[in-house]
């Protein structure tokens, strides 16, 4: 039991495999970033992503402050220099900042908001999307 801890189920699973399965949900959800800057985006775009920062948040804050795994994950790295406490906590506040970056630009109502009628015919329209790749650039950089 000395190389592993307990997951989110309360199983005991071996650090490196925690390490890889933190190291792939963040180079996914920075490649997810990346794509959004690619695509015209919408309320629905947004609000998955949006749901999927809050999911990574609490995924990413139930091992940041485990120390064993720290160590393990510092010990582990090809860069002595390499600050894996800073690296989770930085993934945080930019995931953070998506969050908040929702919350200021995407009304409650969106998805009413989101439509017009115009000569009988439903419009979507698209959200405010100011600031959106500087967010998104920082989430990108998590893993850069």
Known sequence: MANKIPD?????????????????RATRTAR?????KL?????????????RMRSDIEFL????????????ANENHDDPEYDVSAAFNGAVAAYQGYVTWYATHVP???FIISQQIVDGEII????????LDVVLDAIIATVE
């Open 8 to 24: 989110s189920k309360g199983l005991n699973v071996p650090l490196g495999d925690i390490v890889i399965k933190v190291q792939t």
């Open 32 to 36: 997810d970033a990346a794509v959004m």
């Open 39 to 51: 695509r015209a985006q919408t309320y629905v775009t947004l609000e998955e992503f949006y749901n």
């Open 61 to 72: 804050s139930q091992y940041a402050g485990v120390k064993k795994l720290i160590d393990y």
């Open 108 to 110: 409650v109502d969106s």
């Open 124 to 131: 979507t329209r698209p959200p405010n999307t100011s600031g």
